[in-house]
């Protein structure tokens, strides 16, 4: 996945204003050639690439399943979590207790590693 610079970062370097910056995001994304991604970014898509449209939450807690996480195990942190998502970690991190609220995960406190509370059913994540 290739990272389009930031809004902000096109009007720095090409002197224009948001709004054209956004009209031109607009028209990638008609053409199918961009896709906005959590955090304010936008992000090339390739032909044939599929696309994952499931909100980030939804994803991570897809990890459980698909990793055989047992109650109590630890689950990987905000960090290793953005890079694997291609997100930002407060994004990560808003999804994380997205689900520590919804009961899947327990968070350990700053500094300690989250475990898994709950392993997900097909239709809690659906």
Known sequence: MIELPSAA???????????????????????????????????????????????????IADIIVDERLEVGAAFPSASVLAERFGVSRPTVTQALNKLETAGVLASGGQGRVRTVRAVPSREERS
């Open 9 to 59: 970062e096109l009007m720095r370097a090409h002197k224009v204003s948001r709004g054209v910056v956004l009209r031109a995001f607009g028209t990638l994304r008609k053409d199918g050639v961009a896709e906005p991604v959590p955090g304010g970014r936008w992000r090339v898509v390739r032909p044939g690439e599929p696309t994952d449209q499931r909100s980030l939450e939804v994803r």
